[in-house]
């Protein structure tokens, strides 16, 4: 790997670390203000609003510049929503504000390993990535918790300051020739440009099948993170902090997930571990009967295993694809509109069921099946296809 890929991943580390942090800390902070607790997963619907919204638009502006700049400004947009938050804004929009720079960031952040990296090192620079992410998936929850269970507002100010160093490393990441810039910067031409990118890797066999299966993960693995800290709570009586824990049990089984798939799976047969996905789903089910914290413990790293082995190969595939028949920033965009359109339908749905006071293990039975059935279809449809070469 280059000297400046590490650059790369402690940037990303940081800004990770930050980002689980402050979910959490915008949760203590919502229990402070005493907010409904379905106000919980509406946080990450704020959030990901942008990523919708502006999807036409952080494409092209990943492309249009060194992505090193772009994540540096993309930090500098999450230090303000901070700083908003600090000041009293409701944690809903503050929150908003810092979804504006995630959206942002994204493009940039897995784009740029299309052009840092030769198609090859790919599968290995995502667990790399991948590994690093889910290590601040791991610690960021239990730091947030921590440093904001007595007064969220310190928490929120101490995760401000983490925004910033990662600015700087930004600011070191290696320049990488442009790639894709656009012609015209007029809203037309943008809209028009992402329907194009929109429709192209919908249209194309791999394209399709890894944009289906990151949309459902995505969406799935956002509601199930609220969905584990309401079942923690309500079945084993677990405070936010302790039940943290939980998340990040599941994130390091999604970290050897994908260590694993970085060792066995080839890009070319990255869409054959789609059965990972369907088990996952079937041991989502089978935490409805589980009323052991040892049990627990066991079954979410398990289903963290599948999902981080399924869903590199898969990462891989869609940047693979998308930087051959578009450009890194642009592919990464479609990514980013259609898995969290999935976030927002998944989390919508959860939040609607919370509202309505259905059972947390009826929840995680609806949600498990759901799974399964949609991973199911998916490779059997793909399957029908006679898939183009990489």
């Avoid at 990296?117 to 998936?137: F, H, R």
């Avoid at 824990?245 to 994908?258: D, N």
């Avoid at 009323?291 to 898969?314: D, H, K, M, Q, R």
């Amino acid at each position: 790997m280059k000297k400046g890929f590490y650059t790369l991943l402690m940037a990303q580390f940081l800004s990770a670390i930050a980002d689980n942090a402050l979910l959490f800390a915008a949760i203590t902070l919502l229990a402070k203000l005493q907010a409904p607790s379905w106000h919980e997963p509406l946080l990450r619907e704020f959030f990901i609003i942008a990523y919708i919204v502006l999807a036409p638009f952080v494409g092209p502006f990943a492309d249009a510049l060194p992505k090193g700049r772009v994540m540096f400004i993309s930090n500098g947009i999450k230090f303000f929503g901070c700083l908003l938050a600090f000041l009293g804004v409701p944690p809903l929009y503050a929150y908003a504000i810092v979804g504006i720079g995630a959206a942002a960031y994204s493009p940039a952040k897995y784009g740029i390993l299309t052009e840092m990296l030769p198609s090859d090192q790919l599968i290995k620079a995502n667990a790399w990535m991948e590994g690093t992410t889910v290590t601040a998936i791991i610690l960021g929850p239990v730091f947030g918790s921590t440093i904001a269970a007595n007064d969220p507002y310190f928490g929120i100010a101490v995760i401000a300051g983490i925004y910033l160093v990662a600015a700087i490393f930004n600011h070191y990441i290696p320049k990488v020739p442009i790639d894709h810039k656009m012609p015209q910067r007029n809203f037309v031409f943008l809209m028009r440009d992402f329907w194009h990118a929109f429709t192209t890797l919908w249209r194309d066999p791999q394209g399709q099948v890894s944009l289906a299966v990151t949309t459902l993960f995505w969406g799935a693995g956002a509601t199930l993170q609220f969905v584990i800290l309401q079942w923690a709570k309500e079945i084993l009586h677990m405070e936010q902090q302790a039940a943290s824990i939980l998340i990040a049990v599941l994130a390091v089984g999604i970290a050897i997930g994908s260590v694993g798939a970085s060792l066995f799976v080839k890009l070319e047969n990255a869409v054959k571990v789609l059965p990972a996905g369907i088990l996952m789903g079937f041991l989502v089910i089978s935490m409805a009967l589980v009323n052991s914290l040892e049990i627990a413990t066991v079954v979410l790293f398990c289903i963290g295993v599948l999902a981080g082995y399924f869903l590199v190969p898969l990462n891989s595939l869609l940047q693979h694809r998308g930087h051959t028949l578009l450009g890194a920033g642009h592919s990464i965009a479609v990514q980013n509109f259609n898995e969290n359109i999935g976030i927002l339908v998944l989390l919508g749905i959860y939040t609607l069921m919370k509202h309505q006071n259905l059972a947390i293990n009826a929840i995680l039975v609806i949600f498990g099946l759901f799974v399964s059935l949609a991973m199911a279809i998916i490779y059997k449809l793909y399957q029908k296809h006679a898939p183009a070469k990489l």
